[in-house]
């Protein structure tokens, strides 16, 4: 799985570049697709956003297609990681991920 990491000056910029580049679909809106489907979606963009003065700012902004073309984004924030949401789905994507890298 080949990535590009992205840093922009804001998580709307970042969600604009990605609409740019054909990333339409609004992932969040279909969560229950990527818990149950994941092994149909790759990521291949990652940005993570730190607010410098407030915590409550930081996100990580997912670009994910699946293996049908279909590309969009999933939004996550930090608190967000429970263990039957989407965005655990995704952190254990992005982990395999980097590990399959590294081979």
């Known amino acids: 799985m080949e990535r590009q990491m992205y840093h922009y ?9 990605l609409n740019d580049k054909g990333y339409t679909t609004d992932f969040n809106l279909e969560e229950e697709r990527i818990k149950t489907e994941s092994e149909n979606f790759e990521i291949s963009h990652i940005y993570r956003y730190e607010g410098e003065s ?4 930081e ?3 997912y670009g994910i ?7 969009g ?20 994507m992005s982990i395999r991920g980097r590990a399959e890298q590294q081979q």
């Not at 000056?9 to 570049?17: D, F, G, P, R």
């Open 9 to 17: 000056a804001t998580v709307s910029k970042a969600l604009q570049e």
């Open 54 to 57: 407030d915590p409550g700012d």
């Open 59 to 61: 996100a990580t902004v």
């Open 65 to 71: 297609k699946s293996k049908t073309g279909e590309k």
């Open 73 to 92: 984004v999933f939004v996550v924030s930090p608190g967000s990681f429970s263990e039957e949401g989407a965005s655990k789905v995704l952190l254990d």
